[in-house]
């Protein structure tokens, strides 16, 4: 019988030592796609604030075309019901924002003055629930809700 002593193949150091280093690998890169997906939605709910934003200062426009006052609150809820803005997802939940009079755009002296906008599980609004200042919006303004 002839025994061929050219054969290929790995090893059992070898493949032990690609584990390893797979392992090294993946405990870097867990941690920074962690991160990733966290500052994703930290910026989807700035986007959502600024959204509102933009809703609530068409609103006030055409309210003022129409020779109307604008309220000193204007709230998500209005408007989605005038149609200014369609639902915004919860970028922590994935859910609809509730449609509750929480979130709102604070409208004082013909200018849009500030924002709260209320997460299921994190919010962007000033303390005690009022109103953050428009130029404030930021990664940094989340808070965790209580």
């Not at 500052?39 to 959502?48: H, P, Q, Y």
């Not at 604030?49 to 055409?62: C, G, N, P, T, W």
């Not at 609150?73 to 997802?89: F, R």
């Amino acid at each position: 019988m002839l025994v061929n002593r050219n054969q290929k193949g790995i090893t059992l150091i070898e493949l032990l030592a690609v584990i390893v280093i797979l392992g090294i690998i993946s405990s870097v890169a867990i941690p920074t796609m962690t991160n990733l997906v966290q500052l994703s939605k930290d910026r989807a709910m700035v986007g959502n604030a600024h959204a509102l934003k933009e809703a609530a200062s068409l609103y006030v426009r055409d309210l003022h075309l129409q020779q109307q006052t604008p309220p000193s609150k204007i709230t998500y809820k209005m408007l989605i019901d005038s149609q200014y803005i369609e639902y915004i997802k919860d970028p922590d939940t994935g859910s609809r924002y509730s449609d509750t009079n929480a979130s709102f755009v604070e409208y004082k002296q013909n200018q849009l003055t500030g924002i709260c906008l209320k997460g299921f599980e994190r919010s962007i609004c000033g303390g005690n629930g009022e109103a953050l200042s428009l130029d404030s919006i930021t990664v940094e303004s989340i808070i965790i809700n209580d």
